[in-house]
């Protein structure tokens, strides 16, 4: 009987880890089209979320010190400016323009045309050399832009303005990820770890962001009643508590993330990216009224039919080569943080499963 109930807990725990990624990556999504309704900022609102990720990444490597009794890695200004600052000027702009789409579009038309990221992330990968050409690829994108197509033709609630900053802001996310998975790789930075890498990012991606945010929105905020031209505190209070959530959210999804990629595999997290694609349209529908024709949805599962072939691909081919520059094992003293902790049986069973995966980038 103790077979059995060992992998009933392994499954118990995967269900309960992409529950949890789940609440915080569909969650950050409603929660910025929800308040782009009233407070139509998008920008400041990137910039406080940055802010508040930086604060919450350094606190996290603060007790990852105590705990470990080990330093973490702090670049020097060279490779900061040389190295860091390409990935986090790329990842501003996807972020930036992702939420400043949600002005215009639907959250069903936002998470159709965000999954044509992995075009531009496949053609990065190829372009660095990161992938290896294969005939199926040619499927994998037919397949995906096909789709994306049968989802736009005709809706009823399409905006081109939305639909094109949704659409750079993908390709400029394949040049984010590859990018970050370049920068990962590099083992002599030592930014393997997300909390180290996210706490590395964050300052450029502010000081990036900040010139575009001055320029569409500076004028406007300064004289919104929003911020600061209000008469009563509690107006100030409210819109900097709703900006407070989106941080945690954004920062609880990179953690979720990382706890589900380290717990179970790369696979693991694409799969659940795809069924979190289908719950997200499902959402959108039912709580925000968004409308699809037949023609909608079977366009959407043409897509989804791309990247679950673009996802098995990987896992095959990875099967079949040896491992990354370097894979975050389960055994690593990164992961010796309370909150990581498991029993010695699951971080070996986890450790052997890993092994086997090649480390991945995915959008989600």
Known sequence: MACPVHFFCRGLRTVGLVLFYYVFSIGITFYNKWLMKGFRYPLFMTLVHLAINFCLSALTRRAMTCWTGKPRTILSWKDYLRKVAPTALATALDIGLSNWSFL??????????????????????????????????????????????MFTFESTQFNLKGFTMVLVASFIGGIRWTLTQVLM?????????????????????????????????????????????????????????????????????????FLLVSRTSSLTLSISGIFKEVCTLILAAALMGDRMSMLNWLGFTVCLCGISLHVGLKTYYSKNKGPSLRQLNSKSPELAF???????????????EYEDEEQEITLH
Do not use: W
């Not at 038309?109 to 199926?136: G, Q, W």
């Not at 309370?338 to 052997?352: H, I, K, T, V, Y």
């Open 104 to 149: 215009f579009i639907t959250i069903s038309l936002y998470t159709m045309t965000k999954s044509s990221a992995v075009l531009f992330i496949l053609f990065f990968s190829l372009v660095f050399k990161l992938e290896e050409p294969n005939p199926f690829l040619i499927l994998v994108v037919l397949l995906i832009s096909c789709g994306l197509f």
């Open 338 to 352: 309370p909150l990581l902790r498991q029993s010695e049986d699951d971080r070996d069973d986890s450790a052997a």
């Open 185 to 257: 790789q590099k083992a002599e930075l030592g930014l393997q770890h997300p909390i180290d890498a996210l706490y590395h990012l964050q300052p450029l991606m502010f000081a990036g962001l900040f010139p575009l945010f001055l320029y569409n929105e500076g004028l406007s905020l300064g004289t919104s009643d929003k911020l600061f031209r209000v008469t009563e505190l509690s107006p100030v209070l409210y819109s900097l508590s709703t900006l407070s959530v989106g941080g945690l959210l954004a920062f609880g999804l990179g953690f979720s993330e």
